[in-house]
């Protein structure tokens, strides 16, 4: 048998604590997909490493999500380039100019 070592599979374990997930807050037999009921309330909870915890509350499918996954500041738009103006071509594929 091939087991890994405990030390591998802690540090694996201990990779996923702090991970979050939502849960919608509906009369059921337990967490469902997301898509379902997307303006019920949601729990947030959090991997402690041994169990689901309560972390805090979102209104919505919406703002679980925002809680989830944070946008990074974008940041500033570096500004456009000026476009350059087309040279005359040389391949076959070109039309030749009018005046020809």
Not at 35 to 55: C, F, K, S, T, V
Request: proline share 13%; net charge positive.
């Amino acid at each position: 048998m091939d087991d890994e070592p405990l030390s591998l599979w802690a540090k694996r374990r201990d990779a996923k604590i702090g991970r979050l997930r939502a849960v919608p807050l509906v009369s059921g037999a337990g967490p469902q997909g997301s898509h379902l009921h997307p303006d019920a309330p949601r729990a947030i909870q959090r991997w402690n490493g041994y169990a689901w915890e309560p972390y805090g509350f979102a209104a919505s499918f919406a703002e679980a999500q925002r809680l989830l996954y944070p946008r990074a500041e974008e940041p500033e738009a570096a500004p456009a380039a000026q476009p350059q103006p087309l040279r005359a071509g040389r391949g076959r594929h070109r039309k030749p100019p009018s005046g020809e």
